[in-house]
């Protein structure tokens, strides 16, 4: 037991050091990505703002996040909303499908994606198409969230409703939406954060407007222009790190309303 602890401590080491290095640089004086240091600056930082195309890349993906947050919640609340409430032929095989993309490498999905959209359907590379793909990669994550405040809430509440006059529609409206809300907030706040940072997808899918990580990927190609990517890094780093605790936090706050013990989530 002590092995396997030391092992997963020395993966998570292995795997988030490279992260920790980011501030390191970002804040280097020095043009070279290498030690020693040469000084302590704020001027990397500052070169994000004197930036148009990394402005018009940043806007293109929080237009494209928020669109794709957005699509795959609604999309996941219905999803989630009829597995846990109804019955229908093939229920498993069919949400079983609409999961696959979890397991799929994003290079055959992107890869997929551009044949059946430039190809199939003709239609021309844009923001739109790249929402598309990222909808499609968000949804699993947002059913699963979705699914476990759903399966949480008690149906003699909806129930309830329904004998005392209320429709339907109002039912939903009035009492489930609000119970299952801290699942909402998180499912949308992690569909934000996975299309913000996700590449491969828009990578293939976009058109002349690139997204902050294909952006990114360009830069890479200029050694003068690593110090801003470090800075701008080191701000998608922190950026993701407060919107998985807050994700987080919700979906504790809907399990403890719902009465359900806590046996794990995101962070």
């Not at 793909?133 to 129930?159: Q, V, Y």
């Not at 605790?245 to 359900?260: H, K, N, P, Q, S």
């Amino acid at each position: 037991m002590r092995g396997l602890k030391l092992y997963a401590i020395g993966y998570l080491i292995f795997l988030y050091a490279p992260i920790a290095l980011l501030p390191l640089f970002a804040f280097n004086d020095g043009t070279v990505i290498a030690f020693p240091l040469q000084g302590f600056t704020w001027k990397w930082f500052a070169g994000l703002a004197t930036t148009p195309a990394l402005h018009d890349a940043v806007i293109n993906s929080l237009l494209i996040a928020v669109t794709s947050a957005i699509l795959a919640t609604l999309l996941g609340i219905c999803a989630a909303r009829a597995n846990a409430r109804y019955r229908f032929p093939f229920k498993t095989g069919i949400l079983g499908f609409i999961m696959v993309p979890l397991v799929l490498p994003e290079i055959i999905v992107g890869v997929s994606l551009l044949v059946v959209i430039a190809n199939i359907f003709s239609m021309r590379l844009s923001l739109w198409t790249v929402v598309l793909g990222h909808t499609l990669i968000c949804m699993p994550f947002a059913i699963a969230i979705l699914n476990s405040a759903f399966d949480n809430l008690d149906a003699s509440l909806e129930e309830a409703a329904v004998d005392l006059g209320e429709t339907p529609w109002n039912t939903f409206r009035l009492v489930t939406l609000p119970l299952v809300m801290p699942g909402i907030v998180s499912s949308l706040l992690i569909s934000f954060t996975i299309s913000l940072d996700e590449f491969i997808i828009a990578f293939f899918l976009t058109g002349a407007e690139p997204t902050m990580p294909v952006y990114i990927w360009a830069q890479l190609r200029f050694p003068q222009s690593l110090p801003i990517i470090m800075a701008l890094g080191t701000i998608l780093v922190a950026l993701s790190i407060v919107l998985l605790t807050v994700a987080e936090i919700f979906r504790r706050r809907g399990l403890a309303r719902a009465g359900v013990r806590d046996t794990g989530g995101f962070l």
